[in-house]
């Protein structure tokens, strides 16, 4: 191994030399760059205008056998546009630079950009950050620098890793702030996180705006902050919040790049009002070349600069010292003979300079071989995709005392990470995460270990307002009422669903107060039409309520406007009819009661009438009916008896509650009149089962319901009621027995709490509605028992099959074909009768009655029984005697 290494050395060493002296032959070509910095911003400008002059120095000392040179033309912007574009243009035109550095801002480079598009001259950023820069339209731009829209994700994990529902996004106004502010925005919807402000501030606002600005902020409930601005803003913005109070505990600051990056150019005052904030930053490696560069670069800063007290390297200046490495190895590497413009042809006069810029003939091949550089930076792996270096990992930081700690990283593949070492380790078997049990210690403002709630629903003394319907009369009053008390002049709202509410709310993580406020429209004209809950969700959603609790059925229409929670009832409309109820289960008859009297009776003539039929059939050729006319009579009514007595046992078990009426369709063609509730959307569904709209009734009590099922649809009241199951258990518990249900069953989707749209409660409220339904089952046992006291004693079934009727029309179909059949056989047999003794009935005279010719046939029939049991008679002795001389001739035989 260690002679492969040293043949390695040796090779290696002597492709040096040999570069080198093969270089010597030929001139080194000079490349002109520009560099546009902004030295307004002297902090940045000064660091940035270092490491780019280190980094030229350091390449070249240990490159110097290349064949090119960078040399470097740097130019002011004065941080105005037209002074960056101007200087863009006079270094293209004047210098002929082959590419360009900078400029340091995204509105500088948008401007950069389209004049060097223009003139094919490749612009490499390290500081333009803006996600609209790099497009198919801006083939000419690098980016040396993180897309700004790539921490959006690491953001939405961080607030998510502390389960806050709820953000408020600060920002500079203007296009490229609000482009990141967008990617920022959709990160947290995909994670279900509300914005619920936007708070834009001008580029050089005045004091007061930021103060006024910052004390609307805390009228707000939430307590998270994401803050993205330059730092000489964001200093500002800090100052005034710990004026106020706003860095204490319980609030929550998270700082995008825009500042993170740039933390080390603040100075120790400001970095003091900034204690326990979060930020997302870029990362770079800690590298020996990184530690020995820093090293040398402070010891040079510091001879430069010897007033600037803070001397700290940030990421801007090691994309600074990349983006030159990657020029000065992409112009060698080229390997372009002639460096050089095509002039512009104009023939006018009046050209602007821009117009008369020249074409670069070595752009297009200097793009690609940067597009293909691949190197070890002080920033980490190099290497360009769609003209950008790879912004894949982030760091969290915290800032306590004169600096910040990292508490963790974030990379796409593994989210969340305590350090990036075990996340090397683990990339075959680690999963995304976003637990904030992945990130070191963090202290709060205020000092506090804690992490903040990320809402204080007691800002202002502000409790969430709760609508609540308010029915005519108080209807069904057991699923929630609503009733002023006098003695303590509040208004007082109870029932099942709000005791349902109540403990889901208790149930949550947090304390969130609220207060009832009763929603009473004052005219109930739109009750009829099912408008009434429908304008109660406007409500919420115009922000008069915060949410509404009620008997509110969740429905497509209205989530347009509100979210719902989870529902707490499964609800299912259905009808509701009267029942027929025997009164006194001890009487003597109550054996009947399985079959209508009609029954009884058409079943006692069927059995006589078929009974004779059998008989008249059968006597002549059975001898089981050839007996006594009274002993006919006794075995006719004891088969009858017996046989409606067995199927009086069979149904014995039948329901002991009749429905009056057993199918919808009974109600729509015998035009009854059906009633549903005030307010419900019932109506809609009724009319389309085909119900006149005229033979619709509304009613807004269970009182006025049970008198109008009293009374009947053809007294003024209602044949059935059609509504849901929570209301029909409420009419149940008050009457019982008296009413029962018959299908079919219409299902909906049940009650729901209504909040406003992105409420941060949603989650957790259904989260605590599911947790209720199906681990505390005690609970809303109790809370059924509590406002439905009578149904657990009604021992009855509420639910009746129709199919389960003996009545009269049951049988109809049966008594027609037993009767037809009965009667075509008794009209057969009359009929081969009266052929076969035609001969007899020649003896009757014209003027005998009708009575003497059944006797003669009678006397007939009598005399065939006789003949048959005389042939019976002879037969019977002719086989005896055939028998007995058998035996006498196997004696013999013996």
């Excluded at 030399?17 to 400008?45: H, Q, R, Y």
């Excluded at 009053?477 to 008390?485: A, I, K």
Aim: with cysteine; proline share 4%; charged share 20%.
């Amino acid at each position: 191994m260690r002679l492969i290494a040293c043949l390695s050395i040796y090779f290696s060493i002597c492709s040096i030399c040999f570069a080198m002296l093969s270089s010597s032959t030929e001139p080194v070509k000079s490349v002109n760059v520009g560099v546009i910095l902004d030295t307004a911003d002297a902090w940045i400008g000064k660091l940035c205008w270092s490491c780019i002059q280190m980094a030229h120095s350091d390449f070249y000392a240990t490159h110097s056998y290349y064949n090119t040179r960078l040399i470097l033309n740097v130019t002011d912007s004065k941080s105005e546009l037209i002074a960056a574009a101007s200087a863009a243009v006079d270094l293209i035109k004047k210098v002929a630079v082959q590419a360009i550095i900078g400029p340091q801002h995204s509105r500088e480079a948008n401007l950069i950009i389209q004049v060097c598009n223009k003139s094919r001259v490749p612009v490499l950023s390290f500081s333009a950050t803006s996600p609209s820069l790099t497009s198919p339209r801006n083939p000419y731009f690098y980016r040396i620098a993180h897309n700004e829209c790539a921490q959006a994700q690491a953001i939405s994990a961080l607030v998510q890793g502390f389960e806050w529902k709820e953000v408020v996004l600060i920002y500079i106004q203007d296009i490229y702030a609000e482009e990141v502010i967008l990617c920022i925005t959709r990160a947290l919807q995909e994670a279900n996180i509300h914005v619920s402000y936007h708070a834009a501030i001008p580029h050089s606002p005045d004091d007061n705006h930021v103060v006024q600005l910052l004390k609307k902020l805390t009228t707000l409930t939430t307590r998270v902050f994401i803050v993205h601005m330059s730092p000489m803003l964001g200093s500002r913005l800090f100052a005034f919040a710990r004026e106020i109070g706003m860095m204490s505990e319980g609030y929550v600051w998270i700082l995008t790049t825009e500042m993170t990056n740039q933390l080390a150019s603040l100075n120790s005052s400001i970095i003091d009002t900034m204690q326990g904030v979060l930020g997302v930053g870029s990362y770079f490696p800690k590298t020996k070349e990184f530690q020995d560069f820093e090293i040398r670069w402070k010891l040079k800063f510091q001879q430069e600069n010897p007033t600037t007290i803070r001397r700290e390297l940030n990421i801007f200046c090691l994309w600074a010292y990349d983006a030159v490495t990657a020029l000065a190895m992409a112009v060698e590497r080229a390997g372009i003979k002639e460096f050089g413009f095509q002039k512009a042809s104009t023939n006018s006069s009046n050209t602007t300079d821009f117009e008369t810029l020249g074409v670069s003939l070595s752009g297009p091949k200097l793009g690609e071989s940067l597009s293909k550089t691949r190197f070890q930076g002080l920033s980490g792996d190099f290497s360009l995709l769609d003209g950008e270096v790879n912004s894949s990992i982030f760091q969290i930081i915290n800032v306590i005392g004169d600096g910040k700690k990292v508490v963790g990283f974030w990379t796409p593949e593994n989210g969340l990470r305590r350090n990036l070492d075990s996340t090397k380790r683990d990339t075959n078997t680690s999963t995304y995460s976003t637990s904030k049990t992945n990130l070191a210690l963090i202290i709060w403002p205020g000092d506090s270990s804690s992490a903040p709630e990320g809402l204080d629903l007691l800002a202002n003394e502000k409790k969430l307002r709760i609508g609540v319907p308010v029915k005519p009369k108080n209807g069904f009053g057991e699923l929630v009422n609503v009733h002023y008390d006098p003695d303590t002049d509040r208004i007082n709202v109870s029932g099942y669903i709000v005791d349902v509410f109540k403990f889901v709310m208790d149930a949550l993580p947090y304390h969130v107060p609220y207060e009832f406020f009763p929603f009473n429209p004052g005219d109930y004209d739109n009750f009829s039409t099912g408008s009434f809950y429908d304008d109660l969700i406007q409500e919420v959603y115009h922000g008069k309520f915060d949410a509404a609790v009620g008997d509110i059925t969740i429905r497509a229409q209205r989530s347009q406007y509100v979210d719902f929670t989870l529902p707490f009832t499964t609800n299912e409309a259905t009808f509701i009819v009267p029942t027929k109820q025997i009164k006194n289960k001890k009487e003597a008859w109550i054996f009947l009661k399985p079959l209508t009297w009609e029954l009884w009776v058409t079943s006692f003539c069927f059995f006589v009438f078929i009974g004779f039929i059998v008989w008249v059939l059968e006597h002549g050729l059975n001898k089981e009916t050839r007996i006594s006319p009274l002993h006919h009579v006794d075995t006719g009514l004891w088969f009858s008896i017996s046989t409606l007595g067995k199927e009086s046992m069979a149904t014995w078990q039948v329901e002991q509650l009749r429905p009056a009426v057993t199918d919808i369709n009974q109600l729509i063609q015998r035009g009854d009149v059906v009633g549903y509730q005030y307010s419900s959307y019932s109506i809609q569904f009724l009319k389309q089962m085909g119900f006149d709209e005229t033979k619709l009734r509304a009613y807004e009590t269970p009182e006025e319901c049970d008198r109008l099922l009293t009374m009947g649809s053809r007294n003024g009241g209602i044949a059935a009621a059609f509504d849901e199951t929570p209301y029909i258990k409420v009419l149940q518990s008050k009457y019982c027995s008296k009413y029962t249900t018959i299908g079919p069953t219409y299902q909906s989707q049940g009650f729901g709490f209504a909040f406003r749209r992105n409420s941060p409660f949603v989650p957790d409220v259904s989260r605590a509605i599911l947790n209720l339904t199906e681990r505390n089952q005690d609970i809303v046992n109790t809370f059924v028992n509590k406002w439905f006291k009578n149904e657990s004693h009604c021992s009855q079934s509420t639910t009746v099959d129709a199919s389960y009727s003996l009545e009269l029309d049951s049988f109809r179909g049966l008594f027609l074909l037993s009767g037809i059949v009965s009667s075509s056989a008794l009209i057969i047999y009359t009929v081969t009768f009266l052929y076969k003794h035609r001969q007899d009935f020649k003896q009757f005279y014209a003027n005998d009655s009708l009575w003497k010719r059944i006797y003669v046939m009678l006397t007939i029939t009598r005399q065939d029984d006789n003949r048959i049991q005389v042939g019976e008679l002879v037969s019977r002795s002719t086989t005896t005697t055939t028998s007995n001389l058998h035996d006498i001739n196997v004696i013999d035989a013996s």
